[in-house]
């Protein structure tokens, strides 16, 4: 119930969860990644492959050449003029030769004309082919990526992910151990002052009893009013002592409840309340292996093992980026203008398939630096990792002894209530009889008091040196 409730072991869950979706993300490395790219642009000019004097050329290609042709028409007709002369001193008759020289200079003008409207028109067009309009521009593409070979990093990052992984889930046990080690103190708390509750009353009891009998003797004159007084003030003493239980035991029960997620006034009855022996337990059970191995099973050790194997895998993972890396990749473009079949103002695209290395060249030791750094760091958790076993170690040792000594604690405890039980039965006897005085029997009253509280407490401290032991060992279990 205490771990179902408990908030902490909750969080160390969800960390667990987390761990194991970024182990998932990592194995995604080794396997091809596609992603799709898509842009649009708008520039305030446009690239133009000709420039503004190349393009009043080719616009007026026509008129450029029928300026130079009328030069070579002006020849034609003074070569016309000259050869008319010669034809009429042969007799050929003027008029006819003149029509007929008319006629063909109006029409080399007309053809002239029409060829520079035709040239015109085409270096126009011309123009306006190597027009890129550019203006508002369309891309997309498809990309994929394969790695081939990235230097050990991806393998080095999924080991990474591997003891993270493990590491989350020895933080959990680290937590689970915490709450049951807290739920088992509060849980024998409540178990002794429950026992103390019962040895209150009971020592409540007779210590009513004594005072209704020194009252009798005080009537009888047998006794003296001083004497019930001091057994008067036991009886409030008493009183107050079972009083100051009621309420530590109301407390206690309480934080139990709290522990295990009920309501904090339930009326809880714990199964070891009523046992009468409370040291009995198997020491076999919790014996801590012999060769300085005890506590190997510790999370906190493993958690620190892991993270000396994480140290070291960081270091494989910044060593990688002094390697070659290799990856493959493929995909499929588009543009809008394209340049496929000249500029054109719709979409055009093309496959493409391609190999990435990158060699690193010089880094000015930057990665040689960050290495350095990891392996210090690795040496750091190994030497925190050596004093832990240490201190481990040394906390079994002093757990086994701690143990031994509730044992003796527990023997010395039973002796002695049965020397205080043999005392204050001599002293009720000795009192009935009228040879023993009402303080003898007060202090032997008080002497057995403290040895059941002294048993009740030997008897808890043999449960919870069980209990720390068992946390010592990583053993401590529900």
Known sequence: ?????????????????????????????????????????????????????????????????????????????????????????????????????????????????????????????????????????????????????????????????????????????????????????????????????????????????????????????????????????????????????????ALSRMLLCQKVGLPLDSPVVLADENTENLGEIDLQAITPPSGGEGGTLRPELKMLSSAVDLSHEATNLLRAANLPQVALTGGYAISNPNVLNGFEKKFGGFWNVGVLVRIPIWNWGDVAYKVRASKGATAIANLELDEARDLIELQVNQSTLHVEEAHKRLTMAQASIERAEENLRVANVGFQEGVITPTTVMEAQTAWLQARSQLIDAQIDVRLSQVDLQKALGVLEP
Do not use: C
């Open 1 to 249: 119930m205490a771990l179902r409730n408990s908030k902490q072991i909750g969080v160390a869950e969800m960390k667990q969860d987390v761990a194991k979706n970024l182990r998932r993300s990592a194995r995604t490395k080794y396997l091809p990644h596609v992603s799709a790219i898509g842009t649009y642009q708008y520039t305030s000019e446009e690239i133009s492959l000709l420039n503004d004097h190349q393009k009043q050329s080719l616009s007026n290609i026509g008129t450029t050449v029928a300026g130079n042709l009328q030069g070579l028409a002006g020849g034609v007709q003074q070569h016309l003029g000259q050869l008319g002369q010669m034809l009429g001193q042969l007799g050929v008759p003027m008029e006819a030769f003149q029509q007929m020289a008319g006629q063909m200079q109006q029409q080399m003008g007309q053809t002239l004309t029409n060829t520079a409207g035709l040239l015109n028109t085409e270096g126009q067009k011309i123009v306006d082919a190597f027009r890129t309009d550019t203006r508002n521009i369309f891309a997309g593409s498809v990309l994929v990526t394969q790695p081939v070979f990235m230097g050990g990093a991806i393998m080095a990052l999924n080991r990474m992910a591997d003891i993270n992984e493990d590491m989350m889930q020895h933080s959990a046990d680290v937590r689970r151990q915490a709450v049951l080690y807290g739920v088992d103190q509060a849980y024998w708390q409540v178990v002794s002052l429950k026992h103390k509750q019962e040895l209150a009353q009971s020592y409540l009891d007779v210590v009513k009893k004594l005072d209704s009998d020194v009252q009798k003797m005080i009537a009888e004159g047998v006794a003296t009013r001083s004497e019930g007084l001091s057994v008067s003030v036991k009886v409030n003493e008493a009183e107050m002592t079972l009083q100051k239980v009621n309420d530590g035991l």
